[in-house]
């Protein structure tokens, strides 16, 4: 069936330094794909999205790239904040259904000052 | 003030006893959806409503059911409740455009203890 798998954490950094956050996914066809975005003591948010091959979702510095050859929609950021401390899902929705969104395991963050 | 509220933010119950955690939003949106997160799993999806006639199960719905008083409305009612139900709840609305890319608007989540 479709699933997600994320890069296991807790992903500890320094401010400023570069993110990646793997993500890939297993899917019948073309899902569309996100990346949902977890503060604490909140819910989650949508950070950003992508609906087909090679279209690139970007938010508040964070980008992703849908690749269809490697099944992949990685997270990277240039430069984290400490701000940016939470969790990120990777999550997709199947081709199949227009009524069920896949989610990873999530991935913890912190950034450190 | 919150597009999607829930209650009780948090609750500790005993096993065996029935408990209901409330959803409520202001989006307007047709559907919802109660997810579950426990730790290393990600979201779990239990239930989803289209509308306040449709009900769907969803992967982990055993132990579970739901109410839509309205389109606003979305309840989860554990009836006897277990200790393997401690986890976080999501209540969350999307719109229904039929489209796949359609953004899922999550509530603060209520955190429930089973003891």
């Known amino acids: 069936g479709d699933s997600v798998t994320q890069m296991e954490g807790p992903v500890t950094l320094s401010e400023e330094a570069c993110l990646t956050i793997?993500?890939?996914?297993?899917?019948?066809?073309?899902?569309?794909l996100f990346w949902y975005v977890q503060y604490p003591g909140e819910g989650l948010q949508l950070l950003l999205k992508?609906?087909?091959?090679?279209d690139k979702g970007s938010n508040k510095g964070f980008e992703a790239t849908y690749r269809k050859e490697t099944t992949s929609f990685h997270l990277e950021k240039g430069s984290v904040q400490v701000s940016d401390s939470a969790v990120y899902f990777c999550?997709?929705?199947?081709?199949?259904?227009?009524?069920?969104?896949?989610f990873g395991p999530g991935t913890s963050l912190s950034v450190i000052p | 003030d919150a597009d999607v509220t829930q209650t009780p933010r948090n609750r500790i119950t005993k096993t065996g006893k029935r408990i209901m955690l409330e959803c409520s939003q202001t989006?307007?949106?047709?559907?919802m959806y109660w997810y579950r997160q426990d730790p290393g799993l990600g979201l779990r999806l239990i239930y989803y409503?289209?509308?306040?006639?449709?009900?769907n199960k969803g992967e982990i719905s055993d132990g579970y059911s739901v109410s839509r008083q309205a389109q606003a409305k979305f309840s989860l009612s554990l009836e006897s409740a277990i200790p393997n139900q401690t986890a976080l709840y999501f209540c969350?609305?999307?719109?229904?455009?039929?489209?796949?890319?359609?953004?899922?608007?999550f509530g603060p989540g209520t955190r429930l203890t089973v003891l």
């Open positions: 969350a609305t999307s719109e229904n455009s039929g489209r796949r890319t359609d953004t899922q608007y």
């Open positions: 793997n993500c890939t996914y297993t899917a019948t066809g073309y899902p569309s």
């Open positions: 992508a609906t087909k091959a090679d």
């Open positions: 999550a997709l929705s199947p081709k199949t259904s227009y009524d069920k969104v896949i």
């Open positions: 989006k307007g949106h047709d559907r």
């Open positions: 409503s289209f509308d306040v006639k449709d009900i």
